[in-house]
């Protein structure tokens, strides 16, 4: 298996522009999860989605974050628009029924200027 | 709300050296936890799962024990080597959810 696949690994766009994350999560692995890291905060989860349903989306920052998995083996972060804030490495993650780990993408870093 | 705590932040140790990193978690009812380790600019990589009923893990020259009930987790590395210099990261998944909640991380130098 590759693992969970993200695209892509680096992004850095204006102020006000649109941006698209992408995750391809590991085949088999039912739930999907989008976290965000900086230097301040750390990890925190963003979304988590089951079966490609969301579940939890209270870690969405503000309404400019949506998240859609459309099926099973692919699934987006959009942020429009982006700010400076919202500049981190953003990470995907999967796992298949609780108990045997979550697997992690390698990660997009986005910077917003 | 579920917090973790790693202590320390920052450590630096001499080749060969045995150490242990430490993880705080606030509550105990967990289902598992999970040790990262991640290289700077690099995802994250699975060490060790320890499961809520477990009390330790061994993979090669790490080890994890866990204990629930007074929210402590360590890691255990032994005979050090300048390869494993990253950021080990903690992350508890709660007996209810399914989110993992990770610690801020202790990042670890091994000087040749």
């Known amino acids: ?113 | 709300k579920q917090e973790v705590t790693q202590i320390p932040a920052a450590l630096s140790v001499p080749e060969g050296e045995n150490l242990v990193l430490n993880c705080s978690f606030t509550d105990s009812a967990i289902y598992n936890l999970q040790w990262f380790r991640q290289d700077p600019g690099k995802g994250l990589t699975s060490l060790l799962l320890i499961q809520s009923s477990q009390r330790e893990q061994t993979s090669g020259r790490l080890n994890a024990s866990l204990d629930k009930s007074s929210g402590r987790s360590t890691l255990y590395i032994a005979a050090s080597q300048p390869g494993d210099s990253a950021t080990y990261l903690c992350a508890v998944t709660g007996a209810g959810s399914y989110q993992l909640t990770f610690g801020k991380g202790t990042k670890l130098s091994v000087i040749p």
């Open chain 1, 1 to 113: 298996d590759a693992g969970v696949i993200q695209s892509p690994r680096h992004e850095v766009t204006e102020m006000g522009q649109e941006v698209t994350l992408r995750c391809k999560p590991i085949s088999g692995h039912d739930y999907l999860f989008w976290y965000r890291q900086t230097m301040m905060r750390g990890l925190e989860l963003l979304i988590y989605f089951n079966n490609n349903v969301p579940i939890d989306d209270s870690g969405m920052p503000e309404d400019r974050f949506s998240a859609k998995m459309p099926n099973a083996s692919f699934s987006t972060l959009k942020i429009q628009p982006s700010e400076p804030r919202d500049s981190a490495v953003y990470f995907c993650a999967s796992t298949s029924p609780r108990g045997y780990g979550y697997t992690f993408g390698s990660g997009t870093r986005l910077t917003v200027v």
